[in-house]
């Protein structure tokens, strides 16, 4: 079955990281904070956020290849095989990054967020307030 998905970028990652060479796999690795520029129409959207909320960043890996099934986890030529969806590998056939981040402040439509492993220029397709909010959103 194919289907087509119409999705919109609601905003972009302004980071210090340039490369993907330059970029830790994960978060908690050495990763720095980011701004999140939201496109002015979605702004309204940030009502309720709050400095100190954890927030699940939904992005769009625009670098990643997309024709990749099979991977050795995290790069290593040392570890078998496995596919991708077995893997937090951002070549897959949807490139779809998954970051839990902090909101450390928050400016006039854009929100300073992290650690995040993404480089400069990342298309932020949503933003989600984290399972572990417990506030029952």
């Keep these: 079955m194919t289907m087509t ?6 905003g972009w990652l302004t980071s210090d990281l340039r490369s993907t060479a330059a970029a830790p ?5 050495g990763a720095p904070d980011a701004w999140l520029e939201l496109a002015p129409e979605y702004g309204e959207g940030l009502a309720g956020v709050q400095a ?13 290849r997309r024709d990749v099934l099979k991977v050795h986890p995290r790069g290593d030529p040392d570890q078998p095989i496995k596919g991708v969806f077995a ?10 990054g998954l970051h839990e981040v902090y909101v450390r402040t928050i400016e006039q439509g854009r929100i300073r ?11 932020v397709l949503d933003i989600k307030i984290s399972l572990r909010s417990d506030d029952g959103a």
């Excluded at 796999?25 to 690795?29: A, I, L, Y």
């Excluded at 100190?52 to 990643?64: N, R, V």
């Design 5 to 10: 998905i119409d999705g919109k970028v609601i």
């Design 113 to 123: 967020v992290g650690p995040i492993e993404t480089i400069d220029g990342t298309p």
């Design 52 to 64: 100190g909320d954890s927030l699940i960043i939904l992005t769009w890996l625009h670098e990643a």
């Design 25 to 29: 796999k994960q978060g908690d690795e």
């Design 87 to 96: 893997t937090r590998s951002p070549h897959r056939p949807n490139p779809i």
